[in-house]
């Protein structure tokens, strides 16, 4: 049995995206700038995505602005509010607890000159919200928080945070919370998502540009995509990503109740069946994800385990997970967890491909494989 439990890193791209990717590379392969009808039928194309993309957020065709992943669509984000809007404040407020794709961009405005400020979470990695009032000031012009937690599921109150936010811009790196949760009444002005988090595919992301908000151009030149992002399109993945976007928000309510079934099936079972674990997602948390330390074991270990019998996990973010001297979660050092309690934690995370006949499968191994691991420690 397969069981892919590590839909937080990526999905598997629905079929239905690899062919419409495939019909796209074969048949229209013109360049969408081309005045001839080959390049009229690719544009098309990416017209039809556009649309399925702005839909799915409540915006219009002109506000969405195509990337290459989630991690450039936070580094326009980012680079591009910080640098425009320069003269107007120096301070951008972020959490302790954001994507890399954010953190590293932040570190680079500091050595800029910019002063960012990190606001702290929970336990359950709940932002600290009199904390993030105290800090947006006069001199804010950039707030950055993602609305859904990767390693823990968390669901941020973006909505709440933009009523708050004075002149500043919201900014939300919504990857993870793209498909899961309602952002079209987020009221963020911008928004990062990424295509290979909904089964479509990696190497494409977009990026929502509340109308009004001017960038400086990410990438100079040809000036596609209303000269913010200069660069021939890449057709099949904007296609494939529109397709994925149909598909994934065209059944949306199912597709979450059955994350949502998965990972209550798996949490209860664990909680009931292992003793010593701790729940490090919240209960209102994204049906996508569910954290959990197993005491006494080390969650690289359980990994390996796991993965010989077929059941495919990740000990934090995948991004940071397999880079040495990276390896204790920057989130769950936030959230307060002691060396320990990160050491043995796993993050399950689910998409609706999963079963319950697969949870059951999932329980009975992951509790052998700790029961083994307490009684033997480390045995590999
Ligand atoms: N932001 C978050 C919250 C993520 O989880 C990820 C990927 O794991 C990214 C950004 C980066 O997205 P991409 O892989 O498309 O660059």
């Known amino acids: 049995m397969l069981v892919y439990l590590d839909n937080s890193a990526t999905t598997r791209q629905y079929d239905q995206v690899t062919e419409s990717m495939t019909k796209v590379m074969k048949d229209y392969y013109g360049n969408p700038s081309s005045l001839h009808t080959l390049g009229y039928e690719a544009e098309k194309l990416v017209k039809k995505a556009r649309k399925s993309i702005a ?33 107007q404040g120096n301070k951008i407020i972020t959490s302790k607890v954001e994507h890399p794709a954010v953190l590293e961009a932040c570190k680079v405005l500091e050595k800029e000159g910019f002063h960012v400020e990190y606001i702290g979470v929970d336990k359950k990695c709940r932002l600290d919200m009199d904390a993030l009032k105290r800090a947006i000031d006069d001199d804010t012009i950039l707030v950055s928080i993602m609305s859904v937690n990767n390693e823990t599921g968390t669901i941020m109150p ?5 009523g708050m936010k004075k002149n500043a811009i919201l900014h939300t790196d919504a ?3 793209y498909g899961k949760v309602d952002l079209k009444n987020c009221r963020a002005d911008m928004i990062s998502v990424s295509a290979h988090k909904i089964h479509g595919p990696k190497g494409m992301g977009a990026l929502y540009v509340k109308k009004g908000i001017n960038l400086p151009p990410y990438m100079a030149g040809g000036g596609q995509e209303r000269g913010y992002r200069s660069g021939t399109e890449n057709v099949p993945g904007i296609v494939g990503f ?4 149909e598909l994934a928000f065209g059944d ?43 005491l006494g074991t080390r969650g690289e270990v359980l990994l390996h385990t796991l993965e010989q019998d077929g059941i495919f996990v990740s000990t934090g973010s995948a991004c940071s997970s397999n880079k040495k001297g990276k390896g204790q979660s920057h989130v769950l050092g936030a959230m307060g967890l002691k060396p320990k309690e990160i050491e043995g934690a796993i993050r399950f995370s689910f998409s609706e491909f999963n079963t319950i006949d697969e949870m059951d499968y999932v329980l009975d191994k992951v509790e052998k494989a700790v029961t083994r691991f307490r009684r033997l420690g480390s045995f590999r």
């Open 55 to 87: 839909q799915s957020l409540g915006a219009s065709d002109d506000e969405i602005i195509f990337t290459s992943c989630g991690t450039e669509s936070d580094n326009t984000a980012l680079y591009g509010i910080a640098h425009s809007r320069r003269r």
């Open 158 to 162: 973006i909505e709440e945070i933009a």
């Open 175 to 177: 990857v993870q919370g």
């Open 242 to 245: 529109g397709r994925a976007v």
């Open 252 to 294: 949306f309510k199912r597709r979450v109740n059955s994350m949502s079934a998965s990972r209550k099936y798996l949490l209860d079972g664990i909680s009931s069946n292992i003793k010593d674990v701790i729940v490090n997602s919240p209960a209102d948390g994204a049906a996508s994800v569910l954290n959990i330390s197993f």
